[in-house]
């Protein structure tokens, strides 16, 4: 099996998890902790089309004679075309060497090398200039739609928009930062800067998987981005705090409010 992981923070998935020894390869497009990022704004669908990573393997595949191409050497073409954040590996990676990308991904014939257009690949290249970290996606569509706007009451509607988005975020790192500072005051309160300035290895599993599950139902969606980057920090809370669902329970009105 192999697995190509687009999202941030996605090297997350793998890194401790995926054993060497089950035949499994996978590349993420992002480290454990860094952002994946967005690329190919379309001015015209308000929208970006294509992500830095998934852009470079699937541009190499359209480039390449798969059926010749290793795995491991398509890794490395991705690694290096994308520069925005660092493309892992993880697994078993002799997988990766011995076999060909056209077994995973489709073993249509190509007779011959495709030609490659240095004026398309210069053109790809410029548009990937406007990469932006996933998180950051919504926030930065609403500014480039309000830029292309020529209707005043659209604009007008767009920054009403763009403030609500910038607000939820601030209400959002408050209250994570808050939840953070309440579990760790009885008697961790040292740690609170290591809790929420350095992303600790997750070993609790059970108490992460618990904790995001009550701060889903009873705080906030999520399925938003910018909620999403921020529970590193409770994942840290986890490997230093016992009962962190029943912490956050205890206090939720004061927190919540």
């Known amino acids: ?52 990573y998934s852009v470079a393997w699937m541009e190499d595949s359209d480039a390449e004679q798969i059926n010749k191409e290793s795995l491991l050497t398509q890794y490395q073409v991705a690694k290096k075309n994308t520069n925005t954040s660092h493309v892992m590996q993880y ?63 659209e604009k007008a509607a767009l920054k009403r928009e763009l ?36 992303r600790m290895k997750l070993t609790q599993h059970d108490c992460y998987k618990s904790v995001t599950q009550y701060i889903h139902t009873k705080c906030f969606d999520l399925q938003n981005e910018y909620v999403l980057n921020k529970l590193w920090i409770m994942a840290n809370l986890c490997e230093i705090v016992s009962a962190v669902e029943s912490l956050i329970a205890n206090d939720k009105n004061k927190l919540l409010n």
């Open 91 to 153: 697994g078993d990676l002799n997988l990766g060497k011995s076999h060909n990308v056209s077994e995973f991904q489709g073993a249509g014939t190509q007779p011959m090398k495709p030609i490659r257009n240095p004026f398309t690949d210069r053109y790809n290249d410029l548009l990937k200039r406007d990469a932006v970290a996933t998180v950051d996606v919504r926030v930065s569509t609403v500014v480039h739609r309000l830029d292309n706007s020529e209707s005043a009451v």
């Open 1 to 52: 099996m192999v697995i190509y992981i687009e999202a941030c923070e996605s090297g997350s998935m793998l890194e401790g998890l995926l054993p060497a020894n089950i035949n499994v390869y996978g590349t993420t497009a992002s480290s454990a902790e860094e952002p994946s990022y967005a690329c190919y704004y379309d001015a015209k669908r308000g929208t970006y089309l294509g992500d830095v």
């Open 163 to 198: 403030v609500q988005l910038l607000n939820d975020r601030s209400t959002i790192s408050e209250h994570i930062y808050q939840i953070a500072s309440v579990a760790l005051s009885i008697k961790h309160s040292h740690f609170y800067e290591t809790v929420t300035q350095k």
